[in-house]
């Protein structure tokens, strides 16, 4: 008993330091969720007296101008199909890489990996001219495949990340009874990614739920464009309508929020046990 007591004594220090973090890392989305239900004109002349010109104007506002369902059924459409090549895609080459000793396998996979010290700017132009000659700017599918090839490189380390830690007696066992790559793949392996693969959607879903740059470059039909595009024509350099702002990143925020509430442990786990031999 004294040596736990001692133990929880010794981490106090880290612990008021996190407590720190976390209150101010809160104070803005505090501040965010207050302001989408007031007025404009009580954010701007008292901004910190959070409970003045409650109203909920502003998200019936925002949800009008935003055209919501829309817009979240084209978030939806984006997020879906980037997903799906994302862990289909992935997942495969994390089978490959930690099954197969292949020294092409082990190159390709470092190279892969490598891609996301690229930076985004960096590659924007050619990717505009390639989805230009391909037909698929201002489409579903293009902008699906801009954000499954610039996410790839953390989803192969994190799949082959995880397969490596599985013993490989599983895939000799398969092997004996019968079973080809693929089915040992699907059969096998699948079942047990259920972890990573809810990190994955919860790490990459996030990144393409709130993209801005990827959708503007490669969006230009209006009846296309995500929530977060539409968000941001909500702010000018002359006039800010902070109500408006400030309701429509609420509108934006309740999915993903969601969605991280319901999959939160797979996070948590999916992260620890893909960085276990990565």
């Known amino acids: ?13 880290s612990r008021i330091i996190l407590i720190f973090a976390a209150v101010i890392a809160a104070i803005p989305l505090v501040l965010s969720f ?29 949800f009008k101008m935003m055209k919501y369902p829309q817009a979240l059924m084209n978030n ?8 799906v090549i994302m862990i289909v ?13 292949s020294r092409f396998l082990n190159f390709a996979y470092i190279a892969v990996v490598l891609i996301i010290t690229i930076p985004f700017q960096a590659i924007m132009i050619p990717i ?15 902008a699906s495949l801009v954000f499954a090839a610039t996410s790839m490189s953390i989803v192969v380390f994190l799949y082959t990340g995880f397969m490596r830690s599985l013993p490989k007696e599983l895939c000799e066992a ?3 009874d019968g079973c080809g790559i693929f089915r040992t793949y699907v059969s096998i392996y699948m079942p047990l990614l259920k972890t990573v693969t809810g990190t994955i959607i919860i790490i990459r879903g996030t990144s393409v739920w709130n993209d801005l740059l990827v959708c503007m470059i490669t969006l230009h039909n209006s009846k296309l464009q995500t929530m977060v595009y539409r ?12 109500d408006i702002v400030f309701a429509s990143a609420f509108l934006v925020s309740i999915p993903i929020i969601i969605i991280f509430i319901f999959m939160q442990k797979s996070f948590v786990k ?9």
């Open 1 to 13: 008993m004294a040596k736990t007591l001692s133990r929880q004594n010794k981490h106090w220090p």
């Open 34 to 62: 207050f302001n989408a239900f007031r007025t404009r004109e009580a954010i701007v002349r008292e901004p910190l007296n959070l409970l003045s010109g409650l109203t909920t104007e502003g998200i019936t506002s925002a």
């Open 76 to 83: 939806i459409i984006i997020l879906v199909i980037s997903l």
């Open 89 to 101: 895609l992935g997942s495969l080459m994390g089978f490959a890489v930690s099954a197969v000793n």
């Open 128 to 142: 505009v001219m390639v989805l230009t000659k391909i037909g698929l700017l201002s489409t579903y599918l293009g």
């Open 174 to 176: 398969a092997v004996v």
């Open 231 to 242: 968000l941001y024509s909500f702010v000018s350099n002359k006039q800010n309508n902070w």
């Open 270 to 278: 999916g992260v620890v046990a893909g960085a276990v031999k990565g």
